[in-house]
């Protein structure tokens, strides 16, 4: 039986953990951890990004996150904690399972921006 988007959000959020913004910010602070806002270009134009993230949007993920593809962003290493948002949690989420299904095995969706920056996590312009 074919999935919708309930089903696929379904299964990336039961398999992607979810990490408090406050939990988030202390491992941001650390810097041992990739930072990937998989919003559009526009929508981190619009509003900025967490300071240091990169922003990958979803539909370049898995180009960016393989090694073997032209494409490819060597900051994306399978040994390292990533920690995915975007505006509200899901595509944050499917993202999350998409990198867990290419072998990715330290990823947390930490939700949406807005929250993020309102949780204090520091922000800069796109």
């Known amino acids: 039986m074919p999935k919708n988007v309930k089903d696929l959000l379904a299964e990336a959020n039961s398999a992607v953990p979810k990490m ?9 602070r650390s810097g041992d951890v990739l930072v990937v806002d998989v919003r559009d ?3 981190v ?3 900025g990004k967490i300071r240091g993230a990169i922003n990958v949007s979803r539909g370049m993920l898995e180009f960016r996150a393989d090694p ?3 494409y490819h962003n060597p900051a994306f290493q399978k040994d390292k904690m990533i920690l ?3 505006a509200s949690g899901g595509r944050s989420a499917l ?11 330290a990823v947390f ?3 949406g921006f807005k ?7 520091d922000t800069e312009p796109a």
Do not use: R
């Open 41 to 43: 270009a526009t929508e």
């Open 84 to 86: 995915l948002h975007c």
């Open 68 to 70: 073997e593809s032209q």
């Open 95 to 105: 993202a999350g399972k998409t990198l867990q299904d290419m072998g990715y095995t």
């Open 20 to 28: 408090s913004a406050d939990e988030a910010k202390e491992k941001i």
């Open 109 to 111: 969706n930490i939700g």
């Open 45 to 47: 134009q619009q509003t």
């Open 115 to 121: 929250d993020l920056a309102e949780a204090g996590i």
